[in-house]
Each structure stands twice: as structure tokens, then as C-alpha cells.
């Protein structure tokens, strides 16, 4: 009965794993064909290159009224911070 047993497991792990073979396979040999399709009939579309944004001088700097708005912030979220 032993022998029986390991031949039917046997057969089954071959059929198994051929047929997952073949399903890969087929798989491999379809992503390439659609790939050439693609390829050949919807070719990438040239973009150009977006210009570099222009900066202005001195448009770095940050108003007086912004800064203090900002410290004021970090001030009062260390303050917070620092308590607990």
C-alpha cells in the first residue's frame, strides 16, 4: 500500500508543478507579446523638458511680521512641550 501511496503522490506533485510551470511560462510568453504591441503601436510620447522656474532676488527673505508670528509659535509649542 506504501508504494501505491508515494506513486499517486508522486504523479500528483509532477502534474502540479508542471502544470504551474506551463501557467508561467504562458504567462512570460504573454506579457512580452503585449509588451512588443505596445511598443510598436503606442510609442512614448516625447515630453519636453519643463523650463526651470525663474526665482526673483531678494524674494527669500521673510517680513518682519511673518518672523515673529513664527517664533512666537515655536515659543509657545516648547513652552507646552516643556511642562509635561
Not at 26 to 49: C, G, K
Amino acid at each position: 500500500m506504501q508504494a501505491t501511496l508515494l506513486d499517486q503522490a508522486l504523479d500528483l506533485l509532477v502534474f502540479g508543478m508542471g502544470t504551474v510551470f506551463v501557467f508561467l511560462a504562458l504567462l512570460v510568453v504573454a506579457i512580452n507579446l503585449m509588451s512588443r504591441f505596445m511598443e510598436t503601436y503606442f510609442p512614448d510620447a516625447i515630453v519636453p523638458d519643463a523650463p526651470a522656474p525663474k526665482s526673483k532676488p531678494g524674494n527669500d527673505t521673510v517680513d518682519a511680521t511673518t518672523l515673529a508670528v513664527i517664533q512666537a509659535a515655536i515659543r509657545q509649542h516648547r513652552d507646552k512641550n516643556s511642562r509635561g
